[in-house]
């Protein structure tokens, strides 16, 4: 079955350094998505990507967060000035329509220290 | 805006008992309605949908949850609960609408516990 493979599953950072979170979505999947989940709090959405460009991003999407997809396959999240409170998994999906459910990746867990 | 509520963040149940997962929204029309599980360190997995065919809708691992407009309601049950059920469950809705975004707003998730 497809997968939405995310890499690398943990990343340690320093507070002020910038890190890139990667995602190579499902192939013919058209919406892209970036959600993150601070421990033991519920997954919040972060942006969302259509078309090569945003159509919709969250107050907490300032910024700091960019995202691009460079050649067609990759899907990236950058924080270009990562604080205390960036921690978090930060979760990458995909789909090809609403009513078909979004695929997942497994997770990059960051940690800024 | 839409809103997804779980009553009871925990809920703890024996092996070979029912398992009862209760999942309200709130959504100007009927959504797209999702229930995802996530394993320990895992990411979230699909669970079930509804996307306004059946009511009752069956999923993966014997679950499976009906829609009810009238109570808003969109619960997730299972007959008889596996020790491999251990697991947060999260209830998530889609605005129908869409446009170009089709985001999911998740509910703050149930931590299902089973005992032997």
């Known amino acids: 079955e497809p997968e939405v493979t995310q890499t690398p599953s943990h990343q340690v950072t320093q507070m002020g350094q910038e890190v890139i979170l990667r995602c190579v979505p499902i192939?013919?999947?058209?919406?892209f998505y970036w959600y993150r989940q601070i421990l033991g709090q519920k997954v919040e959405f972060l942006v969302s990507f259509y078309n090569n460009e945003i159509s919709e991003k969250s107050e907490i999407f300032d910024d700091q967060f960019s995202v691009e997809r460079p050649d067609g396959s990759n899907f990236t999240l950058k924080i270009r000035s990562t604080k205390l409170e960036d921690s978090a998994m930060y979760f990458c999906?995909?789909?090809?329509?609403?009513?078909?459910?979004?695929?997942f990746g497994s997770g990059t867990r960051l940690t800024v220290v | 805006a839409q809103s997804v509520t779980q009553l009871g963040s925990h809920v703890s149940v024996s092996e070979g008992a029912l398992v009862l997962l209760r999942c309200n929204y709130s959504s100007s029309v009927p959504p797209y309605l999702f229930w995802y599980v996530q394993y320990p360190n895992q990411g979230l997995q699909l669970l079930l949908k509804?996307?306004?065919?059946?009511?009752l809708v069956k999923g993966i691992n014997g679950f499976e949850a009906e829609f009810k407009k009238s109570e808003t309601s969109f619960h997730l049950t299972k007959p008889s609960a596996h020790m491999s059920d251990a697991a947060e469950y999260f209830c998530?809705?889609?605005?129908?609408?869409?446009?170009?975004?089709?985001?999911?707003?998740f509910g703050k998730g149930t931590l299902l516990t089973v005992n032997p």
């Open positions: 509804y996307t306004s065919a059946a009511t």
């Open positions: 998530a809705v889609s605005d129908r609408s869409g446009g170009s975004n089709y985001k999911l707003t």
């Open positions: 999906a995909s789909t090809a329509h609403s009513n078909y459910g979004y695929t």
């Open positions: 192939s013919n999947h058209l919406y």
